[in-house]
């Protein structure tokens, strides 16, 4: 069971000349799957935004096998490996029911984007790294 799934889309343009989706477009299924898993974290407001935003610090994939265009969408399972005062670590792996074809990892830092500088996680965003992380 993973903690979250987001159902991908492929688009005709990911695949490249050998027919099947670039590797740099995997970084765009991660973050897509992570934009709408930290949706009900992300402050409502531009101003709270700027202080309360979160960006990725470190990315490492491993490509399993090539994932050819299809209309079916490809599951992203994301979840929470480890997590500390102002960092924690997402796990994924993009798949369908058959094949494997990424696991990955990005490290995220809770950021203030006002006084470019990293700040501690707040108590609500505690709670939801808590909610995500691998048991």
């Known amino acids: 069971m993973y903690p979250y799934t987001y159902a991908c889309q492929l688009r005709w343009s990911d695949a490249d ?3 099947h989706v670039n590797n740099a477009q995997f970084l765009s299924y991660m973050e897509e799957a992570r934009t ?3 949706q009900e974290v992300v402050a409502a407001s531009e101003g709270e935004r700027l202080q309360n935003a ?3 610090s470190r990315t490492a994939i491993d490509y399993r096998t090539p994932l050819h265009y299809s209309p079916e969408p490809v599951d992203v399972h994301v979840w929470v490996t480890k997590a500390s005062a102002a ?3 997402l ?3 993009i798949r369908d029911a058959e094949q ?3 696991e990955a990892t990005t490290m ?3 950021y203030s984007l006002e006084s470019s500088s990293p700040r501690r996680l707040s108590d609500a965003e505690r709670a ?3 909610r995500y992380m691998n048991r």
């Open 17 to 19: 000349a050998y027919g």
């Open 36 to 38: 709408r898993m930290f």
């Open 54 to 56: 979160f960006v990725v």
């Open 87 to 89: 960092t924690f670590e």
């Open 91 to 93: 796990a994924y792996e």
């Open 100 to 102: 494997l074809y990424v």
């Open 108 to 110: 995220i830092v809770a």
């Open 128 to 130: 939801f790294v808590a």
